[in-house]
């Protein structure tokens, strides 16, 4: 029988180092640590990423400069490895050809392998925000971060960069644009990047194209972008501020299309359904919120108790069959166990009970009537 952990649709790490795993139509949660040790903000949950295609293991960086396999068959934590190397929490993690990929905040990208004479390290530059790895094409990574302008490395040939963009030209009074890339990510079919900044702008760049400045350019609010998502059709990029304001920005036009509401903190993850017109987001408010992006409904909307860091959504489409199925599974196991219980139990032969004996002479064998019952003798009080 499966494990219950399979059941959950989103993925979430917190700053307390739990990670939660929550199935949105039962609206449960449950808290997966390793060890039975005290919560601590130094094992915070900084950054996830899937460990293989089927979705059964999740890679979790801790912010104590470890990461932790997470097994969803199993149910529980498996294994943990100390990667620590270079300083500052970790700003990515990915998988290539069953190695691990860390990247942390002074700049130090690392490919874990087995064999000490391949370990691969780059200096991508301090300051580092993010490192997205290309889905594409698995050995391309980007990073990004303040005054650290976006980069997109080739692992296999990695003494230099192979794009490297180049900052705005400077404004209206001839002052520098500043750099903060806080977020960026792969558009599918193609090899143009999409980033959002801490200065409230979302870029689109072509690495295919000889110009290394943006090709595209759009602000939303006045606040720090924080994270971003590309919507199913890539179309579309869904960006979070540090203030709670969510956004869909149009690429194709470089404009706002809609607004999403329902938020009270600073949004630290979001992610996009791959197939499904849903985004899933987490922050400091402590909530997972699901939006629909077809109606800008909130679909649904789970408290969990801690400061959320990153998530993980799942790739399942049809979750009220899956729980269906699961649920009709379950049951289906339950009767075969019972089966198996009754029937390896042995039978009892049940003594046969005595014939009636005939009530009369001739042989009747109705049983005899009861007898009235005397009457009682009413007493009269005497009449005083």
Known sequence: MASPARSNHVWVGSETGILKGINLQKKQATNYKLGDGMLSRHEAVTTMCWGD????????????????????????????????????????????????????????????????????????????????????????????????????????????????????????????????????????????????TGYHQVRLYDPSCPQRRPVLEATFGEHPLTALSLTS??????????????????????RLAKCLKGFAGSVRAIQCHPALPLVASCGLDRFLRVHSLHHKRLEHKVYLKSRLNCLLLTSQEKWEDEDLDSSADLQSDVKEEEDEIWNSMEVVASKQKAEPQPCSESGSEEPPKDKPLKKRKKIRKAES
């Open 53 to 196: 295609p089927y979705e059964s293991e999740i890679f979790v960086g801790c912010l104590d400069g470890s990461v932790k396999l997470f097994s969803t068959e199993k149910g529980k934590f498996t294994e943990s490895r100390d990667c620590q190397g270079g300083e500052g929490p970790f700003c990515g993690l990915a998988i290539l050809d069953g190695s691990l990929i860390t990247c942390v905040q002074s700049g130090l990208l690392k490919v874990w392998r087995d064999t000490s004479s391949e370990k691969v390290e780059i200096q991508v530059g301090p300051g580092v925000c993010r490192m997205r790895q290309n889905p594409e094409q698995l050995h391309r990574v980007a990073t990004g971060g303040k005054e650290n302008c976006l980069k997109v490395w080739d692992l296999h040939q990695p003494q230099e960069p192979i794009f490297r963009a180049k900052n705005m030209r400077n404004d209206w009074l001839d002052l520098r644009v500043p750099i903060w890339d806080r977020d960026m990510q792969f558009l599918p079919g193609s090899e143009k990047i999409v980033t959002c």
């Open 233 to 254: 059709d890539g179309n579309a990029v869904v960006v979070g501020s540090s203030r709670g304001d969510v956004a869909v920005i149009d690429l194709r036009q470089g």
